[in-house]
């Protein structure tokens, strides 16, 4: 890759389009990577922790799918919820293109695959699912995550796969110091020295008593 990142928002090195065959959603599909962007090769340890991990999707609503690469989250998210519309948010220009590529290729119509400011500032989300770039840096990290996790819907949650040794600790803690209060935050599961982390965001509780006529 050179001098780019995966979090590089226009990869200057050898696209190198490639196909992998993939299983997604218990469907075993092809789909087309490429250099410049995060795990090109395969479905990567920490994703698959989190597929393993989190509990079956919501019917319908927004999905959010945070730092998606070449799109093995909100695949998985559509093709298992296809009456939701999943947005695959990323600054890697070529990783949103693989995204809409694959959708295309895969007949798979409700994945908006755009830049963080084109999401609607009225969206919510029913869930978010995530491999979250680390390696942007800590205070970039946090920034992102204090823009997009104040915009779950009410009583929705955040799931995070997070790799042991690059801070998912830290991570928590400081999730849970900075989303408080009506916020949880646990650690549901361990697996491949990764963690994965979810943060509940809670219903607004009701100020006035209900009148019982």
């Known amino acids: 890759m050179g001098s780019d990142h995966y979090f590089t928002a226009a990869p200057a090195s050898a696209e190198n389009l490639r196909s992998i065959r993939v299983t997604l959603a218990g469907r075993e599909l092809e789909v087309t990577t490429a250099g410049g962007v995060f795990s090109p090769d ?14 079956p999707l919501p019917p319908s609503g927004n999905f959010l799918d945070l730092g998606s690469g070449w799109g093995p989250i909100s ?6 919820s296809p009456h939701a519309t999943v947005w695959a948010v990323d600054v890697n220009e070529r990783a949103l293109d ?30 978010i699912r995530s491999n979250p770039p680390i390696r942007v840096g800590k205070n970039v990290l946090h920034d992102m995550l204090e823009r997009w ?8 949650d955040a799931w995070l796969v997070v790799q042991r040794n690059l801070g998912a600790d830290s991570l928590q803690r400081w ?4 989303f ?3 916020y949880s935050v646990f650690r549901t599961a361990t697996g491949k020295g990764y963690r994965i982390l979810k943060v509940r965001k809670h219903g607004t509780p009701a100020t006035e008593p209900i009148a019982i006529a």
């Open 98 to 127: 693989l995204v809409r590529r694959n959708a295309e290729s895969l007949g798979i119509t409700n994945i908006n695959a755009v830049q963080p400011d084109d999401v609607p500032d009225d969206v919510v989300f029913r869930t």
């Open 42 to 55: 395969r479905v990567d340890a920490g994703t698959a922790v989190l597929f393993a991990s989190m509990p």
């Open 180 to 182: 408080q209060p009506g």
């Open 175 to 178: 999730l849970a110091a900075t």
């Open 149 to 156: 996790i104040p915009r779950l819907d009410e009583r929705s």
């Open 75 to 80: 695949i998985t998210m559509a093709l298992a």
